[in-house]
């Protein structure tokens, strides 16, 4: 079995996901250890390697990313596979769902691409850098490059802002539960809260003596952990 990111739990924690080397996916109910569903790629030749999955925010989805580069879309309820997006011969770093599940991010390196997930169809590519979140009403999504962070529009590509400050690596970033504020953490042991919009940097948080990883903040937007 591979690794399992944050959102490997349904969002009601009544479902869990597993990934295997033997070409398959499997859904579980966690309270009774019985196997729900086993998502397989359609084709019966195609029994490539699962490397790592994540449920949308609803958890009416999942993603999986394959060791041959591609990422697939299942309905979670059915194991029905709804698409396959991109091509075999590349990596795929991480997928981020938008909120609204409608729609995923798909980091390659050194460029992201956004996919529509009814149609299978590639919306966006070329974004620079790291993906890390998107917004919360999905209009905007943060990457990470090097020790600046990019915010693109989801929707025409183009790049709103450049936050740059930290003197060392940007490790990820991460918008408020309002999308008002964007968290930021870093080698350089700080973490610092931006303006969303204009850009500014408004807190520099200070006191870790090495390597800052992860920042959150709390459901409220009222606290950063």
């Given amino acids: 079995l591979c690794t399992l990111p944050s959102r490997t ?96 991010a798909v980091e390659t390196r050194p460029i992201g691409e956004i996919w529509d997930i009814a149609t299978g169809k590639l919306l966006l590519r070329d974004l620079r850098g790291e993906l890390k979140a998107f917004s919360p009403d999905g209009e905007r ?13 989801t929707l025409t590509g183009k790049e709103i802002l450049t936050l740059e400050g930290h003197q060392e690596r940007v490790v990820t970033a991460l918008f408020s539960p309002d999308g008002r504020r964007l968290a930021t953490a870093s080698h350089d042991r700080t973490a610092r809260i931006w303006d969303a919009t204009a850009g500014q940097e408004l807190h520099r948080l200070r006191g870790h003596q090495s390597v800052v990883y992860d920042v959150r903040f709390s459901p409220d937007g009222r606290s950063l952990v």
Avoid: C, M, Y
Avoid at 16 to 42: N, Q
Avoid at 58 to 72: E, F, M, N
Avoid at 141 to 153: L, Q, T
């Fill in 9 to 104: 739990f349904g969002h009601d924690g009544r479902r869990a996901i597993t990934v295997s080397g033997d070409g398959t996916a499997r859904i579980w109910d966690p309270h009774s250890g019985h196997e729900l569903l086993v998502l397989r790629p359609e084709s019966p030749a195609e029994k490539e390697e699962f490397r790592h999955i994540e449920f949308s925010q609803d958890g009416q989805l999942a993603a999986t990313r394959h060791g041959d580069g591609r990422v697939r879309i299942w309905d979670a309820s059915t194991g029905k596979e709804i698409s396959v997006l991109g091509e075999s011969g590349r990596r795929v770093w991480r997928t981020i769902f938008s909120p609204d599940g409608k729609r995923i």
């Fill in 141 to 153: 999504i943060a990457a990470v490059d090097g020790n600046s962070v990019h915010v693109w529009d």
